[in-house]
């Protein structure tokens, strides 16, 4: 935790907090979820997409959106595996069990949300995991590859 703040810090000395709390929660969430396991570059990186589709016109205009974005059945119940971040669809109830990830997942959304950091992603609006082969991949321009994640736009 001290390593995260002391680059928040020095890199980015302009983060603060964000107006709408419930968006940094969002997107704080969302980077747990799906990067708790990366290096910090891979957390910033997974964040910068999420920011870029709010700023895509292609994706919804909130980070809340964006991040629980999902197909639904004609009960209005999501589909499972079919949202834009697996997390929110994959059938598991989320729960955070690791404190400090849950904290550098907090300081990050916020860096990302604050544009402290340059976006490294190229304008990525997608990325999957090493482990896959997403049908859409082919279709997309890869754009970096950090740690497990593969980036296009």
Not at 40 to 54: D, K
Not at 55 to 68: A, E, G, I, M, Q
Not at 88 to 105: F, K, P, Q, R
Not at 113 to 118: G, V
Request: glycine share 4%; with cysteine.
């Amino acid at each position: 935790m001290a390593k995260i703040l002391l680059f928040v810090t020095l890199l980015c000395p302009s983060v603060i907090f964000a107006q709408n709390a419930s968006e940094e929660y969002c997107l704080a969430e969302t980077i747990y979820f799906e990067a708790r396991n990366q290096e910090l570059i891979g957390q910033i990186a997974v964040g910068l997409v999420a920011m870029n589709r709010v700023k895509s016109n292609s994706f919804p205009d909130t980070l809340c959106d964006v991040t629980r974005q999902a197909k639904r059945d004609s009960s209005g119940r999501i589909i499972k595996y079919k949202c834009q971040f697996s997390y929110y669809c994959d059938g598991l109830v989320e729960h955070v069990a690791e404190e400090e990830a849950w904290s550098t997942a907090q300081i990050v959304s916020k860096v990302v949300i604050e544009q402290s950091h340059k976006d490294i992603t190229d304008g990525a609006l997608y990325y999957h995991t090493k482990a896959v082969s997403p049908y859409w991949s082919s279709a997309v321009k890869k754009t970096i590859i950090i740690g497990d994640h593969i980036f296009y736009r």
